[in-house]
């Protein structure tokens, strides 16, 4: 493998060329060509091709190339358009160069390894952790850090009025508008030389002037001043040296220029820095340094307990949880989630990784991923622990006491940090240390913006814990870029995994349909607001009515049984619609007891589907003595069962979780029992014999109308 040159070498090379006249007209087309997005009618998730193309140069790469930009005083001179194409080349040139050289030690080592044949070393630590960190998929949506900016600094405005000159409220206002126009001009720009292909700069599309901000923001003119000012760049950048060093702009991202406007190249960049910079002007202010500390800390908690109580409901959503054993506290859990017999434990940190960390410092990687990730997951095991040993008492912030369910079937651990975290999914796989037991599972390693996904795409208990439940069994088999991957290709297929892959890796392409879906909802773009899959295939089915039934009940003989039916694939989700169809169907017709029953090999489990005019005892024993019988002929270590109404209403669930064993007197039991036949396979036959069942005119409707069948559906 040819060694390329070094990085200082590149960055030097970068360094000249942006210092060449009319430089900036080149990033302004590099801005245009690899930011925007063209967008005719709806928005479509094949729209965001171009932002998953390999040529592209990403944040990370536009803000190291404005930042050596800025070394110098900005030339504005327009340069002729081959001069200017021939800046976008060698960029783009230097840019792949810089990554090859960022990427060699980790290559290196492995190719010398096969060389020599020995076991190449672990690459992902220290230099070789550099190449993730700057070339990670972003941690947010730009609309995130705009729209939580309120959120995070609300109760800081009084410090930011009195010390910065407007409110968190007020900034997001500036800088949403600064966007919108951007948008505007873009938009005008390209109708404007249509006929000519290009025009022969973008650069007009990102200046901005303090009157028209004020104009289109409907802001007081002196507040859009005081913005400009705390976002505008000064000085000469000199710090920045080599990637991984502070560079100013990604703090101040208004780059001035000689006639009173401001440059701002992309959402992003002033979004992200109005999110991150407000709390640094606020540490620098000592006696203020703890108040800040303290709204920030409070922000993630408050800000995930809002967001889970949006799916679960307050009432199962419990904050600064003390967890007593007599006189002392043996822990607190922030967030603490009671939903049926699962437990979800969150524990909260507000950090960040440090520049030394970013710039491959080995010792200072492991020691703020201890701080972000290793602690806030040993507290919440510590937590789960004392949970699950009897005499532990529990008091919520408000200091009323919090009843746990009689057992406990499933904790989970979510481990969240309120910033960015470069590659925080690929480095929680890699260095966080971890144990679970037969109901404490692996932990889940978030940020702020993904529970924000998370919470907004699976707005239900069911569906939000089914997924974890899907996600932290795969851990050790999925890799990614990026949690969202996984959440696209969930949302598209269902993440359920075959025993027979050993390992998965999922490209950030995959998640362009949540991209898409998170834009039409969160930036009122015309489109879908749900990707085609697993939430929009079975609308409107008996299968779907059967999962909101069970989440509405939120009782555990019935939970497991809706992440079973999560877990199945389309074909089989279809099936169980048309079994309960049918079996509702016949239970109108003659008021008898109709049941159907599905099994599955690969792992032996099944279901037996139970419709019974009448709830009562005697309908709860046969359906429990049905799956008894099952389960053990199908020597399975689960088995499900459920009874609906012929209107489809749960009635009451069976869920047996143990192990198999041979027995003698299950033997006799189940000696004259047919084997149970794959739905596949049995469920054909049984639909056509009961599609021969002739309705008359004054029977009741099969469709559980309550009316007379001439009435309704012969209608």
Request: hydrophobic residues 40%; proline residues 5%.
């Amino acid at each position: 493998m040819e060694k390329p040159r070094e990085e200082s070498q590149i960055l030097e090379d970068l360094a000249t060329l942006a210092g060449l006249p009319g430089y900036v007209h080149a990033v302004a087309n590099i801005c245009h060509r690899d930011n925007v997005i063209h967008i005719k009618g709806k928005l479509k998730p094949s729209d965001m091709d171009r932002l998953f193309s390999r040529e592209r140069l990403i944040r990370t790469e536009l803000t190291t190339l404005i930042g050596l930009m800025v070394k110098k005083p900005l030339d504005l001179s327009l340069q002729p358009t081959n001069v200017i194409d021939g800046y976008v080349r060698r960029t783009d040139a230097l840019m792949q160069e810089l990554h090859d050289s960022m990427s060699y030690p980790m290559f290196k080592s492995m190719f010398e390894a096969v060389k020599a044949g020995t076991t190449p070393p672990e690459p992902w630590h220290g230099p070789g952790m550099r190449e993730p960190i700057f070339y990670g998929t972003e941690s947010a949506y730009a609309f995130q850090y705009r729209d939580f900016v309120p959120e995070k600094y609300g109760a800081d405005d009084a410090w930011m009025l009195k010390n910065k000159g407007f409110t968190s409220y007020q900034a997001r206002i500036i800088a949403k508008t600064m966007c919108a126009l951007m948008d505007e001009k873009g938009t005008r720009l390209l109708a404007d030389t249509r006929m000519v292909n290009t025009p022969a700069t973008w650069l007009p599309v990102f200046e901005f002037s303090l009157d028209e901000v004020a104009y289109h923001s409907r802001v007081d003119k002196g507040v859009v001043e005081a913005f400009f000012r705390a976002f505008r760049f000064a000085g000469d950048n000199s710090g920045f040296k080599e990637v991984g060093d502070f560079n100013e702009v990604a703090a101040r991202p208004l780059l001035p220029t000689d006639h009173g406007t401001v440059l701002l190249f992309s959402h992003y960049a002033i979004y992200e820095a109005l999110y991150e910079s407000p709390f640094f002007w606020m540490w620098d202010d000592k006696a203020y340094r703890p108040i800040a500390a303290k709204h920030r800390g409070a922000f993630t908690e408050q800000f995930a307990a809002r967001r889970l109580a949006r799916v679960f409901g307050r009432e199962h959503v419990h904050t600064n949880v003390n967890l007593h054993r007599g006189k002392d506290i043996v822990g607190e859990v922030d967030v603490l989630v009671i939903y049926g017999d699962r437990l979800i434990i969150l524990q909260a940190k507000a950090k960040k990784l440090t520049i030394a960390a970013r710039k491959g410092n080995d010792n200072q990687l492991k020691a703020d991923f201890a701080a972000a990730i290793q602690d806030s997951y040993n507290q919440g095991w510590t937590c789960a622990n004392e949970l699950l040993a009897s005499g532990c008492r529990l008091v919520d912030d408000n200091k009323k006491e919090v009843e746990l369910p009689p057992s406990i079937k499933e904790i989970f651990l979510f481990s969240l940090v309120s910033e960015h975290y470069p590659a925080l999914a690929f480095q929680a796989s890699q260095s966080l240390k971890f144990q679970t037991t037969d109901v404490i599972r692996p932990p889940f390693v978030m940020d702020v913006f993904l529970l924000d996904t998370l919470t907004e795409m699976l707005a239900t208990p069911l569906r939000l814990l089914g997924y974890v439940k899907l996600r932290v069994a795969v851990s050790d088999k999925l890799m990614s870029g990026h949690e969202l991957t996984v959440l696209g290709y969930h949302l598209q297929k269902n993440l359920w995994l075959d025993e027979k892959h050993d390992l998965v890796i999922l490209e950030d392409s995959v998640a362009q349909d949540l991209d898409a879906a998170m834009m039409v909802r969160r930036d009122n773009q015309p489109g879908d607001d749900t990707p085609v899959g697993i939430l929009t295939k079975m609308r409107e089915t008996r299968y779907e009515s059967l999962i909101k039934e069970i989440e509405a009940r939120a009782d555990p003989g019935t939970l497991e049984l809706g992440f079973h039916l999560l877990s199945m694939n389309e074909d089989s989700c279809r099936n169980v619609h048309r079994i309960l169809e049918t079996i509702t169907k016949k239970a109108l017709i003659d008021g008898k007891r109709h049941d159907v029953t599905i099994a599955s090999n690969t792992p032996p489990c099944g279901v037996c589907f139970h419709c019974n005019p009448t709830s009562s005892p005697e309908a709860i024993a046969v359906l429990e003595a049905h799956c008894v019988k099952r389960k053990y002929q199908q020597r399975a270590a689960q088995w499900f069962g459920v009874s609906v109404s012929p209107a489809g209403q749960v009635q009451f669930g069976v869920t047996l979780d143990f192990p198999w064993e041979a027995s003698d007197e299950m033997e006799r039991f189940t000696a004259d029992m047919k084997p149970a036949s794959k739905v596949n396979d049995a469920l054909p036959q049984y639909l056509r014999k009961v599609g021969r069942i002739k309705l008359g005119r004054n029977d009741p409707c099969h469709c559980g109308s309550g009316l007379k069948y001439k009435r309704c559906c012969l209608r």
